[in-house]
């Protein structure tokens, strides 16, 4: 199989997200500013990646009878490396990331490619594998992000984009849409991207 | 009285699943019908009773800071807090295989309902984020853990169940072809958080 083809289909085909039904909690609760959706897709694919490269370099010699708990604790490794990393680098953040952080460990995404790629796949597939699962799960994150700020703060990254003159509040016209801001919005989001996506892509249709 | 506002409050205003959607993906994927919703549910509530006030015991005497003063004063100003998530993850991992095999012993009855679904919680975070949770809103005594335990696997099993319910209507709906299945599924999620919104800012 060619790269682009990879590439393809696992950040589209098979995405994580909207296709497989992996990882979704820390999808909606981190996405309400694009920025920590950035900063969530970025640690995501980095603890994907690696752990995807460590066990696989591993995986003749993990018994399969406890490799559940030894891809944990692999990924736990990674997750504690991302999580101090963040405090030191990017505090404010992983402040409004609260326990979304630690939650990386039970991401099934994460798990669900050890499980499927790692064990099976020489190392250098495997860390590839995991990078572009991670790409295809920071994209849908930053999708929705982009929606959630957009209409829900009237900013991008932070940034007013929305001018100050059309607030009702400056006797314009216009009012922040405080839905996009609450967490079920995210969902509702999430459901639309697999409805546009299952339109055009009709094998995906159940 | 206490303990009842901590109870009420985990099963409605904070619901693991509608208020933080925790877990969704196993709730999301088990909830096709009202059998397995129930079983995956149960699992949960069991889990949730064992691990939080183990993971309470060990937050409290072993991982944070100043905690292992019972040992001997020279350990307090030891801070292992960094060891959380390896901790917790590991005693949910095990208490998960434990409970397992209790339940495979002494109710089989229980176990074949609950089959597959117990070690798939080992992975489920609303497990670990009921953890983190608890470690973050420093309950003070076990009383305290365990109405919050109970009450937010008795939430994450009412709205599994609800969940469910709804999905085996859906099936009659004329629903477009690309919303069928998961796209809708979303949505009702979506719109069911909305109503569990409800609930916020109601104290007991």
Redesign the interface.
Known sequence: MNFKETIRKSVLGSNPV?VL??????A??VTVHMKEALIMGLAVTLVSALSNLVISLMRKTIPSRIR??VE??VI??F??LA??LLKAYAYPESKTL??YV??I????II?GRLESCALSHKPAEALADGFLNGIGYALVLIVVAFFREFFGCGTLFGVQIIPQGWYFANGGFYENNGLFI???????L???I??????FDKDL?? | MELINIFFKSVFVDNLALAFFLGMCSFIAVSKNMQTARGLGLAVILVLLVTLPLNWVLDRYVLAPGALKWISPALAGVDLSFLTFIVFVAVIAAVTQVVEMVVERFVPSLHLSLGIFLPLIAVNCAILGASLFMQERAYTGLGEVLAYALGSGLGWFLAIVSLAAIRERLRYSDIPKGLRGLGITFIVVGLMGLAFMGFMGIKF
Do not use: H, K, Y
């Open positions: 909207t039904v992996l990882g979704i909690c820390s909606l609760a559940i708990i944990l604790l736990s490794f997750v504690i999580d101090q609260s326990v630690g939650l460990i039970t991401n099934c798990m609450l967490p079920p919005m995210a969902l509702i999430i459901g639309c697999v409805w546009l996506q299952r339109t249709q159940e």
